[in-house]
């Protein structure tokens, strides 16, 4: 569903609701008005969010929120300040410049009828029923290279995860990383990762997470690896199932990499389905149609749908889509497709690198669906 919020700002909104207690929604917020300045742009966000709040989603509570930035240097600060007196979400900020033209866009994930608060360990918690969702966002530090910028996040989350009494091989489901400059900075990454899940048991005889490796940087330019992630506390091991499309993807660990193409969790009232970023990749790690945008995002949704129907799931139960393009040149052929095929799914475009130079788009979703399954409680 779109709807205009005002004379600068338009959402589009997905809702999930079962008529239990909690009902979802994903916001995907854009501004229509390319020419106004940054401040004015983010003061009209910020605005017309919480209209939405106060008039359209009443009882919602954000539980996540990234920003796409043109310039975070430039930018990042004046979002902190407007985001101060909002504590008790994980808010990611990541300069991905949107591609409509516009200097910010927002993703914002939002529940009812659950309590959140932020956490000692630096997580952000949200709770309902039996369940705790932990948030995290921006993370980042100063080592002197990606690896090990990395292998710091990774240890110091493991270390958040042990203090909520959770592990990052038993209740991690989502993680983001955004690099900058991933043509030469995403090898240290992989490497740190690798590294680190080896030693918390997450091999490809195992499991590892879903995961976005992606191009994005921090105000900061000497921030090289920042990270976003989702664990639950509370999940029985055989809620959570991976998704391999095994037709159409290989596996990761084939060209050296850890993470999972899918995961999903079923509660006993609906499954949560994490795509992991997804590119125009065959079932033997190669490119398919190298520079040839449309025909690589063909070939792309087509690897997206194999995983959600593996999860029982099509792209009608999709909630929020991101596209990430390596040129902005292409921005105008892959919207016209997605609005072809896709025209009532919060998404947005933003230019970010993919790990692959040959890769011109990849993406990333979530979806959700009905189900009932009395052996697990309720989200």
């Not at 489901?173 to 080896?198: E, L, S």
């Not at 990333?364 to 989200?379: G, L, Q, T, V, Y």
């Given at each position: 569903?779109?709807?205009?919020?005002?004379?600068?700002?338009?959402?589009?909104?997905?809702?999930?609701?079962?008529?239990?207690?909690?009902?979802?929604?994903?916001?995907?917020?854009?501004?229509?008005?390319?020419?106004?300045?940054?401040?004015?742009?983010?003061?009209?966000?910020?605005?017309?969010?919480?209209?939405?709040?106060?008039?359209?989603?009443?009882?919602?509570?954000?539980?996540?929120?990234?920003?796409?930035?043109?310039?975070?240097?430039?930018?990042?600060?004046?979002?902190?300040?407007?985001?101060?007196?909002?504590?008790?979400?994980?808010?990611?900020?990541?300069?991905?410049?949107?591609?409509?033209?516009?200097?910010?866009?927002?993703?914002?994930?939002?529940?009812?009828?659950?309590?959140?608060?932020?956490?000692?360990?630096?997580?952000?918690?949200?709770?309902?029923?039996?369940?705790?969702?932990?948030?995290?966002?921006?993370?980042h530090n100063l080592a002197k290279n990606s690896e090990y910028q990395t292998r710091?996040?990774?240890?110091?989350?493991?270390?958040?995860?042990?203090?909520?009494?959770?592990?990052?091989?038993?209740?991690?489901?989502?993680?983001?990383?955004?690099?900058?400059?991933?043509?030469?900075?995403?090898?240290?990454?992989?490497?740190?990762?690798?590294?680190?899940?080896?030693?918390?048991?997450?091999?490809?005889?195992?499991?590892?997470?879903?995961?976005?490796?992606?191009?994005?940087?921090?105000a900061d330019a000497h921030v090289l690896s920042q990270m976003d992630n989702y664990?639950?506390?509370?999940?029985?091991?055989?809620?959570?199932?991976?998704?391999?499309?095994?037709?159409?993807?290989?596996?990761?660990?084939?060209?050296?990499?850890?993470?999972?193409?899918?995961?999903?969790?079923?509660?006993?009232?609906?499954?949560?389905?994490?795509?992991?970023?997804?590119?125009?990749?065959?079932?033997?790690?190669?490119?398919?149609?190298?520079?040839?945008?449309?025909?690589?995002?063909?070939?792309?949704?087509?690897?997206?749908?194999?995983?959600?129907?593996?999860?029982?799931?099509?792209?009608?139960?999709?909630?929020?889509?991101?596209?990430?393009?390596?040129?902005?040149?292409?921005?105008?052929?892959?919207?016209?497709?997605?609005?072809?095929?896709?025209?009532?799914?919060?998404?947005?475009?933003?230019?970010a690198p993919v790990c692959r130079p040959g890769w011109l788009v990849e993406m990333?979703?979530?979806?959700?669906?009905?189900?009932?399954?009395?052996?697990?409680?309720?989200?």
């Open positions: 569903m779109k709807k205009k919020l005002s004379d600068n700002v338009y959402a589009e909104i997905s809702c999930f609701d079962n008529g239990l207690e909690v009902t979802e929604y994903h916001v995907m917020l854009h501004v229509s008005d390319g020419l106004l300045n940054f401040r004015d742009q983010l003061t009209a966000i910020d605005q017309a969010y919480t209209c939405l709040l106060r008039d359209h989603l009443q009882g919602a509570k954000t539980v996540f929120k990234r920003y796409f930035l043109s310039d975070a240097y430039n930018q990042a600060n004046d979002v902190v300040s407007v985001e101060l007196d909002y504590a008790d979400y994980a808010l990611s900020i990541i300069q991905q410049p949107p591609l409509d033209g516009t200097k910010v866009a927002v993703w914002a994930y939002l529940q009812t009828h659950v309590q959140t608060r932020a956490l000692h360990s630096g997580l952000h918690e949200v709770t309902h029923g039996s369940y705790r969702h932990l948030w995290n966002a921006s993370a710091l996040l990774l240890n110091e989350y493991i270390m958040q995860l042990m203090q909520e009494g959770c592990k990052l091989s038993d209740n991690c489901i989502r993680t983001w990383f955004f690099v900058n400059d991933v043509d030469n900075n995403y090898p240290g990454v992989v490497k740190a990762r690798n590294t680190v899940f080896f030693t918390q048991n997450l091999t490809d005889e195992t499991h590892f997470i879903a995961s976005t490796g992606i191009g994005g940087r921090q664990a639950v506390d509370g999940i029985q091991q055989e809620q959570i199932h991976f998704l391999y499309a095994a037709d159409h993807l290989n596996r990761t660990s084939d060209y050296g990499v850890s993470f999972e193409r899918g995961t999903y969790l079923d509660y006993g009232d609906r499954r949560h389905v994490f795509i992991s970023g997804t590119a125009s990749i065959n079932n033997k790690g190669e490119i398919v149609h190298p520079g040839d945008v449309a025909a690589q995002t063909r070939h792309m949704w087509s690897n997206v749908e194999a995983l959600l129907n593996e999860a029982e799931c099509t792209f009608d139960e999709v909630k929020q889509m991101i596209v990430y393009l390596r040129d902005i040149s292409d921005y105008h052929i892959v919207k016209a497709l997605y609005d072809e095929h896709f025209p009532d799914k919060p998404k947005v475009f933003v230019n990333e979703c979530m979806a959700i669906k009905e189900i009932h399954n009395d052996s697990f409680a309720p989200f």
